[in-house]
């Protein structure tokens, strides 16, 4: 099914598979890798959502991120087991950063059916959803099928350059889809292109000392999530420079740990003056298209971009930007806002874009109240 690290086109067209992972950008990674396979996704950001959207739906698979706020992997994982329906379990992929024999067994010992290591691999990732998703019979059709087309070609490389991204690697990580990329390094510089200042959990001189002291949780989590973006970002001298400073902290390795920040710093400087110039990119993502907060109705989507936009505006997070994109496009895919409901939206995308959060929040409970009004009672 396989060819060049690339998946046969609409081979999951009649499956619905739930991604549940905390971070957009790996989020449209992984979107990217599957969407030629026709597959329906819907996406959650943490274990709790992924609970409450397998009590909705009937999912063929889910990919499970393992760290997440609110309910992790492993919590979801034993939750969902019990909910599910006796005697048909859903296959359950672990996708996780850890790789260790210890990490797959305590994957395992959740509940999940298999495991992923990050950064996600394309062959990787479709050898596992074959495993467990696809029979005997449809692998011999799908095997002949191209045995007969021959093989898949593999995505041209720009000639663009971008000064610490493996190029080659990054088209095949996103099937080709260079302006993806581009969005992706945006969103990379506005999530960490303020490594300067004081609120830094790793490169404040706080950040520092404690990480040198090894003692730096908040540190150690915030590089953990920097390493996985970098991996999935192709961004190999970042991925690697994260990798070796997490390893000797979380093996109390802390001497030459200011050796080890210097080189992360310098690698992840060469990337986000990569990503800078594409700062300014908006999105119109493909995941909003296919599915958001796994929901199986347009209004139970539209609730919870809601109530997770709302949460993001209580906290002045940034994320709170990227769940107005997202509301924007399934209310897009909807039958229509009335004149009341579209000027809430504008006034909301004003006061978002200002970074006026307490007055977003106010707008936003207008706008819920007016699109909970419109629906048919």
């Given at each position: 099914m396989i060819d060049d690290e690339f998946p046969e086109e609409g081979c999951f067209g009649h499956l619905k598979l739930l991604l549940v992972e905390d971070n957009f950008i790996n989020q449209e990674v992984t979107i990217e890798m599957l969407a030629r396979t026709g597959a329906r996704i819907d996406v959650v950001d943490n274990g709790r959502e992924a609970v409450e959207a397998v009590g909705r739906t009937r999912y063929d698979a889910i990919l499970m991120d393992v760290r997440m706020p609110e309910m992790n992997g492993y919590d979801a994982t034993r939750s969902i087991r019990r909910i599910e329906p006796a005697g048909d379990p859903i296959p359950i992929i672990a996708m996780t950063a850890g790789a260790m024999k210890g990490d797959r067994q305590k994957c395992l010992d959740a509940g999940m059916t298999d495991f992923i290591a990050k950064p996600i691999q394309l062959r990787a990732l479709?050898?596992?959803?074959?495993?467990?998703?696809?029979?005997?019979?449809?692998?011999?059709?799908?095997?002949?099928?191209?045995?007969?087309?021959?093989?898949?070609?593999?995505?041209a490389v720009p000639q663009t350059s971008y000064p610490g991204i493996d190029l080659e690697a990054a088209m095949k990580r996103m099937v080709g889809n260079q302006a993806l990329l581009e969005r992706l390094l945006g969103e990379f510089y506005r999530n960490y292109g303020d490594v300067g200042s004081v609120g830094s959990p790793l490169f404040s001189e706080g950040g520092r000392a404690a990480i040198c002291n090894g003692d730096g949780e908040a540190a150690l989590e915030y590089l953990h999530t920097l390493k996985g973006v970098a991996g999935n970002l192709s961004a190999c001298d970042l991925h690697d420079a994260c990798l070796d400073l997490e390893s000797a902290v979380r093996a109390g390795?802390?001497?030459?740990?200011?050796?080890?920040l210097s080189r992360l710093e310098k690698a992840l400087a060469e990337v986000l003056d990569t990503a800078r110039p594409y700062l300014d990119q908006r999105k119109e993502t493909r995941r909003d298209k296919k599915g958001a907060a796994g929901d199986p109705e347009t209004a139970a989507g539209v609730k919870a971009l809601l109530e997770s936009m709302a949460a993001h505006l209580e906290k002045n997070s940034l994320k709170a930007e990227e769940y107005l994109d997202r509301l924007k496009n399934r209310l897009a895919d909807g039958p229509g806002l009335d004149p009341d409901a579209s000027a809430e939206l504008q006034t909301l995308s004003e006061q978002v874009e200002e970074f006026a959060f307490r007055e977003a929040r106010e707008t936003l409970g207008r706008l819920a109240a007016k699109l909970e009004s419109g629906q048919p009672g």
């Open positions: 479709f050898s596992c959803l074959e495993k467990w998703l696809l029979d005997s019979e449809t692998q011999g059709v799908n095997d002949r099928k191209k045995a007969a087309d021959g093989p898949a070609p593999s995505p390795e802390t001497d030459g740990v200011d050796g080890r």
